[in-house]
């Protein structure tokens, strides 16, 4: 009864230490520009351009607006983790970029 007792508390020890392992094998498959790419799953936080940024400057925000039609900015200003460049486009229209202040992805364009 004993050598019973000791084989299950050591498969369940066994089995233990095998699911605490578990999300270390795991792997994901990006594909890019670069091809298919196989993501070991460690780096969290990271792509494909190195580690993640912390914040986006003024002048990289008035970037990205400008490539989403701004042709004159009349300011930028942070709002949480947002950024919104305002200002006009080519036409003299009144137009508003929101940017994701940590990835730098336009979320919306307002004219």
Excluded: C, W
């Excluded at 605490?20 to 094998?25: H, L, R």
Aim: avoid cysteine; aromatic fraction near 4%.
């Amino acid at each position: 009864m004993q050598s019973v007792s000791k084989l299950l508390v050591g498969s369940a020890f066994a089995m233990a230490l095998g699911l605490a392992a578990a999300p270390a094998f795991a792997q994901g498959i990006s594909i890019g520009p670069g091809g298919v790419q196989v993501d070991p799953g460690y780096r969290r936080g990271y792509d494909d351009r190195g580690p993640p940024r912390s914040e986006l400057t003024r002048g990289e925000a008035t970037r990205i607006a400008r490539r989403e039609g701004l042709a004159d900015v009349d300011g930028v200003e942070r709002r949480g983790p947002r950024m919104i460049v305002r200002g006009s486009d080519r036409r003299g229209d009144d137009i508003s970029v929101v940017i994701d202040s940590r990835s730098g992805d336009v979320i919306d364009v307002r004219r």
